[in-house]
Every structure is written in structure tokens, then in C-alpha cells.
């Protein structure tokens, strides 16, 4: 099986503009994770759309959204660029147990985008 | 809530020697566990995970980790750390929500 892809691998902004990032999750799975890293930060978990729905959100600013398509395909969009957004994004497939609970995420190489 | 703790933030290992990277976990309920490690310019790769049962699990790369409720750990374990082990390694704990990951142990290993 194809492992998450993510397109683009890099990215340069200014702020003020708006980026939209792509991940193409594991083929059969349906739950789609995203997060931001930045050094000292650790992953910080954005949100995670299921079958098309986002079940869960972190805490960003509005500025921050995503949405999925009926492929599992999600994308993320981050609007009026500041420099903290500064940051490797990675995103996350993973297919869930019949308990509801995940089973392991499978990321992807991630998208470093500098905000200049 | 739920958090994951790594209280070290680097460590430093010569080849050859073993080591142990800690992870405390706080959740409510029986726990999903898991280790990640990221290279440089990587995205995470993992390494085990433990969902229940023995509460020895064993990975790739000759990594295992131990289970201890009692103490809500989840350490990383390697007999012999090769030169290749130079990553950053996370540990998480998966939940109804969400995934939880904490800050990361960066590891150096010296030749």
C-alpha cells in the first residue's frame, strides 16, 4: 500500500497571504489527523476529519481549517499568514478498531512552510 | 485531561550502550498506547504500540517498551543503540478524541 503523501513538501509565504496544504491518506482509511510542529512545541493536533465530518478540533484560531472529501483526501487551509505559523504540518491516517478506538496513525513526510 | 510527559528533553548515549526513554501518560481510561520516532526533515514512523495484553511489547528496530499502569509509564527500551538511533522520539497516548503526543527526547548517540 501507498504510505500518506503531502504535496507540497515546502512552501514559502508571506504573511498575509493564505496557504492550502494537501494529504492523501492511506488507501481505506477514513479518519485524517493534522498537526503542527514546531521546535519545543512538540506535536500540537489541529483536527481530524472522519468520512468527511471534523469530529475533533484543537485549539487554533479560526484562521486554521481543513475539510475532507469524499476520497478520505483532506486538505488544510491556513488564512492571513502570521510568522508563528512558521512550521513543519504533518498529517495522519489511521483507521479505527469497532470500539471506536484508533488503531496507529501513519504519517506523512509533512510540509515545512515558512512565513517570511 | 490527558497529557503525555517526556521529562527528558535530550539525551545523550554512546553506541553500544542501552537506553531507556521515559513517557508518563495521564488518561482516564485504559490507555492506547504508542512510540513514534522522526529523523530529520521525516515525518513519524512507529516504532510499537501497546492496545493490551502482555505488557511487554516489542517494535522494530529492536526497540520494546513496558507497560507499568501502576505508575502510568510506557518507557522506550534498546539493549544496543546503533549510530542510526539519532532521532526524536515521541510518545503518545490514543484516546477517543484524539492522539496525545508529548514534547519529544531528542537522542544523540556518540560514536
Known amino acids: 500500500k501507498a504510505g500518506v503523501t503531502q504535496t507540497p513538501r515546502y512552501l514559502i509565504k508571506t504573511r498575509g497571504q493564505q496557504v492550502t496544504l494537501s494529504c492523501s491518506p492511506i488507501s481505506g482509511h477514513r479518519s485524517v489527523s493534522w498537526y503542527q510542529q514546531t521546535p519545543g512545541q512538540g506535536l500540537q493536533f489541529l483536527f481530524e476529519?472522519?468520512?468527511?465530518?471534523?469530529?475533533n478540533k484543537g485549539n487554533f484560531p479560526g484562521r486554521f481549517s481543513g475539510r475532507q472529501f469524499s476520497n478520505s483526501r483532506s486538505e488544510m487551509n491556513v488564512s492571513t499568514l502570521e510568522l508563528g505559523d512558521s512550521a513543519l504540518y504533518l498529517c495522519?491516517?489511521?483507521?479505527?478498531?469497532?470500539?471506536?478506538?484508533?488503531?496507529?496513525?501513519?504519517f506523512g513526510p509533512g510540509t515545512r512552510l515558512t512565513v517570511t | 485531561a490527558q497529557s503525555v510527559t517526556q521529562p527528558d528533553i535530550h539525551i545523550t548515549v554512546s553506541e553500544g550502550a542501552s537506553l531507556e526513554l521515559r513517557c508518563n501518560y495521564s488518561y482516564g481510561a485504559t490507555p492506547y498506547l504508542f512510540w513514534y520516532v522522526q529523523s530529520p526533515g521525516q515525518g513519524l514512523q512507529l516504532l510499537l504500540k501497546y492496545f493490551s495484553g502482555d505488557t511487554l511489547v516489542q517494535g522494530i528496530k529492536g526497540f520494546e517498551a513496558e507497560f507499568k499502569r501502576s505508575q502510568s509509564s510506557f518507557n522506550l527500551r534498546k539493549p544496543s543503540v546503533h549510530w542510526s538511533d539519532a532521532a526524536e522520539y515521541f510518545c503518545a497516548v490514543g484516546a477517543q478524541d484524539q492522539f496525545y503526543f508529548g514534547t519529544g527526547t531528542s537522542l544523540t548517540v556518540i560514536p
Open positions: 495522519a491516517s489511521s483507521q479505527f478498531s469497532l470500539a471506536g478506538l484508533p488503531n496507529e496513525q501513519y
Open positions: 476529519y472522519f468520512s468527511e465530518t471534523q469530529r
